[in-house]
């Protein structure tokens, strides 16, 4: 009765960082979706504001 007192004392213990564990797993999950996008839109959003778009249309009208 004793070592199951302590295994579910340990176990109770255990369960609050292991769910700020998870949480915080999650945000890191978020983050980096939003990182990848931010990436892969970077060299896109520069074009576009480098005005790749009226070089390119300049270029089909000659």
Known sequence: AGLLLLGGLG???LVVPVGRGLR??????TGDVFEALATALSL???????GAI???RAMMAT
């Open 11 to 13: 176990a109770a213990l």
């Open 54 to 56: 009226e070089i390119a």
């Open 44 to 50: 896109p959003a520069g074009l576009l504001a480098a």
């Open 24 to 29: 915080s797993l999650g945000w890191s999950r």
